[in-house]
């Protein structure tokens, strides 16, 4: 079975903080995936990850950056963290392993809610 | 436009009772897949079916069957004899690749399904 696991599902940092959410698969998956949930807006692309320290922008980038430096590592980081970035992050993944695999199924880690007061 | 519509936001059924969730995609690809992800209270998005674009044949697992239709562009989810476990945020997704090659899932706002004993 897919595993993908996120390091925290709670955390509350304080406005002006930088944030790091830590995100690993051991699938040996060559996508990965960062997005925010909100009440009323579902999933929202925040980045994407095609290969090692490979990233594409998604829908709302602003505010975050990432990082990959290993295969099975994806981070998210809020560079100073906002109260409009209080909100649920999912990670996910999936294969990628051929022209063939654009949009497979992406697999989602167990979510981190976090609060920024 | 390349969007998901889940018209019903949120409904309440009783125990047994049959539940069909609607989704509704556009797009102008000829290629894309169509996804179903259940997000039960745990809060991990958990996948449970994958069809592609020339595939119209309606699918069924166990009390899950799904049918899409290309003429309406509609991939409806029905539960059959529903159970309390089935109690969940249910998502309907857009799978298709953007100009620029990479692959983007596009997500509806999701469905909030109550089962009550």
């Known amino acids: 079975d897919v595993k993908v696991t996120q390091s925290s599902r709670y955390l509350v940092k304080r406005t002006g903080e930088k944030v790091f959410l830590e995100c690993v698969q051991d699938?040996?998956?060559?996508?990965m995936f960062w997005y925010r949930q909100d009440p009323g807006l579902g999933l929202r692309l925040i980045y994407f990850?095609?290969?090692?320290?490979?990233?594409e922008k998604g829908d709302i980038p602003e505010g975050y950056s990432v990082s990959r430096e290993k295969k099975e590592r994806f981070s998210l980081i809020l560079e100073s963290a906002s109260t409009n970035q209080t909100s649920m992050y999912l990670c996910?993944?999936?294969?990628?392993?051929?022209?063939?695999?654009?949009?497979?199924?992406?697999?989602f880690g167990p979510g981190t809610r976090l609060t920024v007061l | 436009a390349q969007k998901v519509t889940q018209a019903q936001t949120e409904i309440s059924v009783v125990e047994k009772e049959d539940v069909t969730l609607d989704c509704v995609y556009e797009?102008?690809?000829?290629?894309?897949?169509l996804f179903w992800y259940k997000q039960p209270p745990s809060g991990e998005l958990v996948f449970l079916i994958r069809?592609?674009?020339?595939?119209?044949q309606n699918e069924i697992s166990g009390r899950y069957s799904w049918n899409f239709q290309k003429s309406t562009s509609s991939f409806n989810f029905t539960i059959t004899a529903s159970q309390v476990v089935d109690s969940a945020v249910y998502f309907c997704?857009?799978?298709?690749?953007?100009?620029?090659?990479?692959?983007?899932?596009?997500f509806g706002k999701g469905m909030k399904l109550t089962v009550n004993p």
């Open positions: 996910a993944s999936s294969t990628g392993a051929s022209s063939g695999s654009v949009t497979d199924t992406q697999y």
């Open positions: 699938m040996d998956h060559e996508n």
């Open positions: 990850s095609y290969d090692v320290k490979m990233k």
């Open positions: 797009t102008r690809d000829t290629t894309y897949y």
């Open positions: 069809r592609n674009s020339f595939d119209e």
């Open positions: 997704a857009l799978g298709l690749v953007t100009q620029g090659g990479s692959e983007k899932l596009v």
